[in-house]
Nanobody, 124 residues
């Protein structure tokens, strides 16, 4: 079983940047992909970005003028999500999830292990 702990969320002004971190522990050799999802109040959980064990990455969310960059540090078992030019509509609870088998996916039902989330609030 994997444990995932997100960090790095917070309050940021429009146009600002944040880097989220997801530290993975447990049987880390067993997971094939790690993804970031986000869920705003009253909305479904949406895939944002995903990276495979071998470093292939996919951005699923068209954030318009915002930019996404997912990366990982294998030595630290940590996956990062760098977000730039954040806007109020990016406000959500951001979750990290890992998938034991299979490739990257934008669908939450494909992922086995989840963190508790880190809140991102974009407001002036």
């Amino acid at each position: 079983q994997l444990q995932l702990v997100e960090s790095g969320g917070g309050l940021v002004q429009p146009g600002g940047s944040l880097r989220l971190s997801c530290e993975v522990s447990g049987l880390t050799s067993d997971y094939q992909a790690t993804a970031w999802f986000r869920q705003a109040p009253g909305k479904e959980r949406d895939g944002v970005s995903c990276i495979t064990l071998h470093g292939e990455f996919y951005n699923y969310k068209d954030l318009g003028p915002a930019r996404l960059s997912i990366s990982k540090d294998n030595a630290k078992n940590t996956v990062y999500l760098q977000m730039e030019n954040l806007q109020p509509e990016d406000t959500a609870l951001y979750y990290c999830a890992a998938r034991k088998w299979g490739h990257c996916s934008r669908y939450p039902q494909h992922f086995d292990s989840w963190g508790h989330g880190t809140q991102v609030t974009v407001s002036s």
